[in-house]
Each structure stands twice: as structure tokens, then as C-alpha cells.
């Protein structure tokens, strides 16, 4: 019998084979009769010469052969090793071939997401194909992975994916992706998550600015100002010289504590000279406050004396 089987239906064809059965021991001569005529007149001249005859040995016989493992059905994927073990048979089961699913597509993607917090987030996409059971899930928010838990809670069935994000805070806010793969290849789906605080703040204000600023190299300067609200957290202060930031260092001091924003520049030079420009900003908008700042250089050759003036007055004497 001869059956064919795929996902569609089986069928088959057969017929009967038979097989007769020699004897256990070959009494016929497999020799052909030319060959027996030959020995034939050997013998007889042997005897006529009154020399003793031999029969030629009768081989030893031998039961039929028996199989003792059954040969089983392979299946591989073209491509594929097959290791064989010293007696030729599998070393492992390639009965049950992984089928083949093209490369993961959302059909649905994700949607950008709003809300407040304290309200649960939901994410909702769907990707084929549903049925590949290698088919991977990941979410990650900002490119980095997301864990599951009881903070995130992420389920995939018949090729929907969801999460839920149970009270979520501002920083949980981001750029959310879902992401498939699959033995064919990769894709993904992104969406913006914003979660709002309940508590809202006017925009900045600044209550006190800074004054115009003039030193000569050598002397160092300061710069402060005063702004409001002083408790939002999201409040951000930021300082810039001729509209480029200034960047914190051992140079450029600065802090900004209970709504006081303060700049200390150590010995600075004539180069560092311009407009000083303070800027708040906030959820709610932006303010900014500035002033001058100029520093003279020094005379390259020292033309005033730098002893004391008791000095002075002994030299002149």
C-alpha cells in the first residue's frame, strides 16, 4: 500500500506481492549444465583411474533474515543535517518538521495613547500569522524592554496582543513598540503614550531677574534670579550666552534650589563676554530673563606698580 497524506485529506493505492519461499538447504546444483557435464567427466575419469572422489562441501545454510528495528519515516527540511548513528538509523526524530510561517505583519497597529494619571493604560494590536506557534512577543517603551508583571500586563491571543499598564506616572510616558519575530523575519508597531499629572502649574514667571554685569579677567561673576512656581518637579532652568547653552563645570557653577536660579563663573576671560540669558520652562509655557555681561581684559605688559603704597613712599624717598 502506497498512501499519501497532507493537510487537505489522505488517499492510497495497493496491490498483494508475493513472495515464495526457497528451500532451507539448495539440494539443485546452481551450476549450469555445461559446467556439470564437466565435472561430470572429471569424476568419471577420476574413478576410471581408480583415484579417490570428492563431493565439493555443502554450504552452510542460514536462517531468514529478520529485522530487529523497523525502519522508521523521515521527514527534513531541505537543507537540513541528517546524523545517522553507526547502525544508519537517526540519531534524532525529524518526524515532526516545524512548518514553515511567513515573516510577522501587523494588520492593526497601535494608537497613540492620553490620559491622566491615576487611569489604566491600554494597548491593542493584531499580527499575523496567529497560528505560528514560534511567533514572539516583545513591548518596549523608549527601545527598551518592558517586563511583564503586575504593573504591565501583557497577553497575546489569536494573533491580538494587548498590554495594560495599571497606574501608570508621568515618567512612564514614551514612545510604547510592539514588536513580532518569527523564523521568517521581524516587524513592529509604535505608538506615542502620554500620561498627564493631575496636578497642573502655571507657566514660569521670573519675579526677580539679574542685573547687567561688568569685572575685569580675574574676578569671578554671579548671576541670580528668582522664579515661580518654586515646587514644580518639572520645572527646568537652563542658561545660554549669546543663545548657545552653557554646560555645568568646573568653570560654570549652577544651581537652581527653592526657585532661586544662580550662575557662578570662575575666572573668566574677555572671551567669555556677551548676553547671559536665564530660561524656565515648564508643562504650562516658558520665560526667560537676561543681562549683559562684559569682562575687560588686562594689559598684556603691567604698567602700574604693584608694590604697596609704604613701599612706594620709601623708594620715593
Not at 502620554?194 to 496636578?199: A, F, I
Request: glycine share 8%; charged share 25%; net charge negative.
Amino acid at each position: 500500500m502506497c498512501r499519501a497524506t497532507n493537510r487537505s485529506g489522505v488517499d492510497e493505492t495497493q496491490g498483494n506481492f508475493v513472495c515464495e519461499g526457497k528451500e532451507a538447504i539448495v539440494r539443485k546444483s546452481q551450476l549450469s549444465k555445461e559446467m556439470q557435464a564437466g565435472i561430470q567427466r572429471t569424476l568419471d575419469l577420476d574413478e576410471e583411474r581408480g583415484l579417490p572422489v570428492t563431493l565439493p562441501d555443502v554450504p552452510e545454510t542460514f536462517p531468514a533474515p529478520k529485522f530487529t528495528h523497523p525502519l522508521s519515516n523521515v521527514e527534513i527540511a531541505e537543507g537540513t543535517t541528517l546524523d545517522l548513528d553507526e547502525h544508519g538509523l537517526p540519531l534524532a526524530d525529524f518526524a515532526d518538521v516545524p512548518e514553515t510561517f511567513p515573516a510577522p505583519k501587523f494588520t492593526h497597529a497601535l494608537n497613540n495613547v492620553e490620559i491622566a494619571e491615576g487611569s489604566d493604560a491600554h494597548f491593542t494590536c493584531r499580527v499575523e500569522p496567529a497560528s505560528d506557534p514560534k511567533l514572539e512577543i516583545e513591548w518596549l517603551r523608549n527601545g527598551q524592554p518592558i517586563e511583564a508583571g503586575s504593573k504591565y500586563i501583557m497577553k497575546f491571543e489569536f494573533g491580538i496582543t494587548t498590554m495594560y499598564i495599571k497606574g501608570p506616572y508621568v515618567e512612564d510616558s514614551g514612545v510604547i513598540t510592539c514588536r513580532a519575530k518569527n523564523l521568517s523575519g521581524v516587524d513592529e508597531t509604535q505608538g506615542n503614550f502620554v500620561c498627564q499629572s493631575k496636578l497642573t502649574y502655571p507657566a514660569p514667571h521670573f519675579t526677580i531677574g539679574f542685573d547687567d554685569v561688568t569685572i575685569t579677567e580675574g574676578q569671578d561673576a554671579y548671576f541670580a534670579c528668582k522664579v515661580e512656581p518654586t515646587d514644580d518637579p518639572k520645572l527646568e532652568v537652563q542658561w545660554l550666552r549669546n543663545g548657545a547653552p552653557i554646560e555645568a563645570g568646573s568653570k560654570y557653577i549652577l544651581k537652581s534650589e527653592f526657585g532661586i536660579a544662580s550662575m557662578h563663573i570662575k575666572w573668566p576671560f574677555a572671551e567669555d563676554s556677551g548676553v547671559i540669558m536665564c530660561r524656565a520652562k515648564n508643562r504650562s509655557g516658558v520665560d526667560e530673563t537676561q543681562g549683559n555681561f562684559v569682562c575687560h581684559g588686562k594689559e598684556a605688559i603691567v604698567r602700574k606698580s604693584q608694590l604697596s603704597k609704604e613701599m612706594q613712599a620709601g623708594i620715593q624717598r
